[in-house]
Structures are given as structure tokens and as C-alpha cells.
């Protein structure tokens, strides 16, 4: 059977006041796509690779950058029909200017061009907020199951075993979307704690229910401010004939999260700065990680406010580390200084303008690997300079970057959530509600375009099902 793969994935926070454009995303062509997931192991499979764009969370795509993937990626699926399915690898939550959800738009050509028959599977992040359109417009929507994400890889052969299936048996999968009117910042479901442990534990029982190929619950993404923003579950019916079920399903599993909303907290109880830094200056764990909730460049966050930077020189925090912040010129006016020079420069607070303003520091550059990155010893307080939107989260990049965490005090993470090393590297984690991109004091951020009333901006009001 012969199957066309590509996507484009974005995560999109629209209250960044910067832009995606088409430098920040990465392509891959062709062949190239093959080598991404284990796709040559489906040896039944002739595959038509097109084009895979991904870009790191960040402000709304520019609608020039999009439609340039867009074209191309339609172009060559066009070139590589006639095929037996398309295998979409998408995120959900990508909002372009000008056009609005990347996604439906994608969705709606490429179903012009193949067709009603020829099947579509789609595999998606749970941090993607799915619209009827798309639900609409695919044959099978299938998302992540974790977060911190570890299954993306399986959510994306889960999707290639369905399309598959519909392809050998002529099935015609219905997708039921069930959208409940709450949102949730990503932090406050991670996937291994109460209440989203036990509420994906049923994502399980209701897939091996007859008549139901599939079952994903999308907790959505809270930073992007848009009409279809909003929790969502979706059955996937084997055929029209198992549609009822799968929304009698996807009610009941509905029902059962707005029940437990008021469960849904951060794994960490987010402290405000003056506090965060007290704590972690008290705290007689080393290291102490302070997560800078509100600047987490995982979810779009600008990666250069320097509010937990400047609270730490004030108390005179010594043996600490700022994993990082972004300042292409900083890093650049370092490496022009050189190792061991001292600098004295305007750091951070260029991108979000909003939030923050630039430091003005003095400091000696203890590391430089240009144009990546460089290190700079602020008082006692060392601070990783990068020149994109980045943080450092395993122990080979510190160690690449010349610098030791297990031997820091206090490390101040751009993150929400630790995910990968910083997990273990934390002998004890402070979350700091700081200002940002990505605050999670959600209810403070001004939002005009989700449907309304949604929990937690509204209190209360009567469920409702959309
Ligand atoms: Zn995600």
C-alpha cells in the first residue's frame, strides 16, 4: 500500500507578542523523513514522503512562512498521488495569522486533492486544541497520552496501525469530538498524577470496546487564545454505524473531567518571586531548581525575561545558575571579549518587552561556544547566554557548556514541569510565578477569542457540551 507522510507542527502561544517566520522552522524533505520515526520497519508500506516542518513553541506563524510550507506540502502530496492514505504528523494548536487554526486549513486542501475516499490519519500532541473542522475533515485523530510527552513515537505508529487497517479492511472511521468548556495551563495535567493519571487510564478500557478503534483526551493549549481553545475528547467509531457509542463514550468520559476539575493542580504549588527565592535560598537541598513558570520557552515563552536573574543578585545568591537566557548580541559581544574578559552589557529583556527589560550586568565570560552559546559569571550568580530560544535540560549539554548543575545551589530553569535530566538533577523543585508568555495565573491574561463561559475564567455556569 502506498502512504503519503508529512505535517507541519507548531505549538502556538498567541499571547507572545513575537512571531514564528519560516527561519525558526526546521524542514525536512523527502527521504529525510523516513529516518524520523521507524517507517522503513513497515516494510508493506511504499512510502511517499513529502514535507515535515517543526518549530519550537512560540508567537503566532506568519502567515507568509505558513503558506510557503503549506504550498510545498501540498505540491508534493498532489505529485504523489494516486496513494492508498495520508499520514499527517500535526500538533493542534497552531494559529496562523491572517488564517487561524494552521491545522483546519492544512486539513480542509488536502482532503480537496485526495479526496473523501482515500483515508487520513492524523497523530497529534495532547497540548492540541482540536476543532470540529478537524475532527471533520480526517479519518482518525489520534494524540500523546503523555506529559511530560514520552510517547510521541507511538502515538505517531498508533496512527500509521489504524490508517493501515482502514486501508486493508475499506473501514470508514468516524472521528466524535466532545469539547468541554475548560482549559487547562499544560502544567496542571501532567500525566502520572491525579486526576489525569487515572482520567488517560481510561483512554484504555473505552479503545478496547467493540466498534472503537481509538480514544485520545487533548487537555489543549490555555497560551493560545482561540475559538476552538478548550479540553476535548475524541472516539474514533469504526464506521458510522458505531458513531452513537463512541459519543455516548465520549460524554461519559466528559462528565467524568469536568467532575474532577477542581483536581487538576501543578505538581509543585507555584510560589510568588520574593518567595520562590527565599525558599530556594533557605533550602539546605542541593540543587534547588526554581522552574520560571511564567517564561517557559517549552510552551512559548520568550526565554529572556530576567526577573528571577535580578532577585537573585539582589539577595546575593551565591553558586547559582540561569539556564538561560536568550541575547544573540550578549552571546555575541562575549565571544568578541572572549574567555576570561570581563563584559559589561545590557542582558535579556529585548524579546519580551512586556514582562521585562534588559539587565545591566558586569560580568567575565567563563565559556564561549560561538554562535551557540556562552557563559557568564555574574557575581555569584553564573548565567548560560544562548543565542535561540533554548534551555539546556541534559547533562551532556551542561557539560558541553562548561558547567557543572550538580555542584550549583539554586538553578533557574525556563521550564514549567522538569522533564528529561533536570528531573533528576533536582534534589528539590520551586515552581515561581513569574510574569510572562506563559503565566500561569491564566485567569489574568486577557483573552477575547475563547468560547465563553469556559472554567476557570468563569466560575459558575452550567456544564455545557460543544
Ligand atoms: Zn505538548
Same mark, same amino acid.
Given at each position: ?36 520515526? %521507524? ?11 513529502? *514535507? ?51 491545522? $483546519?486549513?492544512?486539513?480542509?486542501? &488536502? ?14 500532541? +495532547? ?6 473542522? +478537524? ?21 505517531? $505508529? ?44 481510561? *483512554? ?8 472503537? &478503534?481509538?480514544?485520545? +483526551? ?32 465520549? #460524554? ?15 505538581? $509543585? ?58 541575547? %544573540? ?21 529585548? *524579546?519580551? #518587552? *512586556? ?21 557568564? #559569571? ?12 533554548? $534551555?539546556?535540560?541534559? +547533562? ?14 539554586? &538553578? ?10 533536570? #528531573? ?28 465563553? %463561559? ?13
Amino acid at each position: 500500500m502506498r502512504i503519503i507522510v508529512g505535517g507541519i507542527r507548531h505549538e502556538t502561544n498567541t499571547f507572545s507578542t513575537l512571531h514564528t517566520g519560516i527561519e525558526d522552522f526546521q524542514i525536512k524533505r523527502g527521504s529525510e523523513i523516513l529516518s524520523e520515526e %521507524p517507517w522503513l520497519d513497515f516494510r508493506e508500506v511504499e512510502w511517499a514522503p513529502t *514535507l515535515l516542518a517543526y518549530a519550537f513553541p512560540h508567537g503566532l506563524v506568519e502567515e507568509r512562512a505558513y503558506l510557503s510550507l503549506k504550498s510545498e506540502l501540498i505540491n508534493c502530496i498532489d505529485a504523489s498521488l494516486p496513494a492508498d492514505g495520508v499520514l499527517l504528523d500535526l500538533h493542534g494548536a497552531m494559529e496562523v495569522e491572517g488564517i487561524g487554526s494552521g491545522e $483546519v486549513d492544512l486539513v480542509k486542501s &488536502i482532503r480537496e486533492i485526495v479526496g473523501v475516499n482515500t483515508p487520513t490519519a492524523v497523530s497529534l500532541d +495532547l497540548h492540541g486544541n482540536i476543532s470540529h473542522e +478537524l475532527a471533520e475533515k480526517t479519518d482518525v485523530l489520534t494524540g500523546f497520552r503523555t506529559a511530560p510527552h514520552v510517547d510521541s513515537t507511538q502515538t505517531k $505508529v498508533r496512527a500509521l496501525m489504524h490508517l493501515m487497517e482502514c486501508i486493508k479492511k475499506g473501514l470508514k472511521p468516524l472521528n466524535i469530538i466532545v469539547k468541554l468548556p475548560m482549559i487547562l495551563p499544560g502544567e496542571f495535567a501532567v500525566t502520572d498524577m491525579e486526576p489525569a493519571r487515572s482520567l488517560y487510564g481510561r *483512554l484504555y478500557e473505552i479503545e478496547h470496546v467493540n466498534g472503537i &478503534i481509538d480514544t485520545s +483526551l487533548f487537555i489543549g493549549c490555555a497560551w493560545s487564545d482561540t475559538p476552538n481553545t478548550s479540553l476535548s475528547v475524541v472516539v474514533v467509531a469504526g464506521g458510522r454505524e458505531y458513531g452513537e457509542k463512541a459519543r455516548n463514550m465520549a #460524554r461519559s468520559l466528559a462528565r467524568e473531567i469536568w467532575a474532577r476539575r477542581r483536581e487538576f493542580a501543578p505538581e $509543585v504549588t507555584p510560589l510568588p518571586v520574593d518567595e520562590a527565592i527565599e525558599a530556594a535560598l533557605r533550602s539546605r537541598d542541593k540543587p534547588v531548581l526554581i522552574s520560571d513558570t511564567g517564561d517557559n520557552v517549552t510552551a512559548g515563552g520568550a526565554g529572556d525575561t530576567v526577573v528571577l536573574l535580578e532577585k537573585l543578585l539582589q539577595a546575593e545568591a551565591a553558586n547559582a545558575l540561569v539556564d538561560g537566557i536568550v541575547d %544573540p548580541e550578549a552571546v555575541f559581544m562575549s565571544a568578541q571579549a572572549g574567555k576570561g574578559a570581563r563584559v559589561s552589557l545590557d542582558l535579556g529583556g529585548k *524579546l519580551d #518587552r *512586556l514582562n521585562s527589560h534588559p539587565l545591566s550586568v558586569e560580568g567575565i565570560v567563563t565559556y564561549v561556544d560561538y554562535p551557540k552559546l556562552a557563559v557568564l #559569571r555574574v557575581d555569584g550568580v553564573e548565567v548560560i547566554v544562548t543565542s535561540k530560544r533554548r $534551555v539546556l535540560t541534559t +547533562l551532556k549539554e551542561f557539560e558541553e557548556a562548561g558547567v557543572n548543575p550538580l555542584k550549583k545551589k539554586i &538553578i533557574v530553569v525556563k521550564v514549567g514541569y522538569l522533564f528529561s535530566d533536570l #528531573r533528576q538533577i533536582a534534589k528539590k523543585n520551586i515552581w515561581a510565578l513569574t510574569p510572562g508568555f506563559t503565566s500561569l495565573q491564566i485567569e489574568k491574561l486577557p483573552y477575547t477569542r475563547v468560547k465563553r %463561559p469556559i472554567y476557570p475564567l468563569d466560575e459558575e455556569f452550567e456544564y455545557y457540551e460543544s
